[in-house]
């Protein structure tokens, strides 16, 4: 098999464990599947409100930011509960700073949010 056919080849299965990891994460994280439903609801939204292309690149970027990082913040989790099961405040703080990023990307969409939506219901 020559590089350039091992690269795609490898590229392709990294793809494959990151879709089977994104399913995982929505199957089995109840905070992803909550985001999930609000992202639903904000596509429905988007269609009833006949929002712009920029604030559907707006509203599906802020969903992204928020969904990728809770998937990060639920990672850092896991690593935290196996490297040490036990209470650490180290631990404690990894987890509570890990939380913090997702709730800074959430504060962030709903502001987004509240300037798209803001308009079309005054
Ligand atoms: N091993 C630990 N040592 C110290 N503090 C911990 C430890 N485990 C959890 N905590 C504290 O409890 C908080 C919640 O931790 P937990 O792992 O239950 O996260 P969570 O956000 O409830 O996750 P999820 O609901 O996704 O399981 C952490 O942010 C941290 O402050």
Redesign the pocket.
């Known amino acids: 098999m020559s590089n350039l056919s091992k690269f795609i080849v490898g590229r392709l299965r990294g793809c494959g464990y990151a879709t089977k990891g994104a399913i995982l994460l929505l199957r089995t ?3 992803i599947q909550v985001q999930a439903i609000i992202g639903i609801i904000m596509i429905i939204l988007g269609f009833c409100f006949e929002i712009t292309n920029t604030e559907w690149m707006l509203q599906i970027f802020a969903m992204g930011l928020v969904m990728s990082l809770e998937g990060l ?2 990672g850092i ?1 896991a690593i ?2 196996f490297v ?13 700073v ?2 913090g990023a997702v709730f800074i990307a959430a504060i962030t969409a709903v502001i987004i949010g509240c300037f798209i939506y803001i308009p079309y219901l005054i």
């Open positions: 994280e109840p905070s913040n639920t989790e935290a509960d040490h099961p036990d209470f650490h405040h180290k631990i404690g703080f990894i987890k509570d890990a939380a």
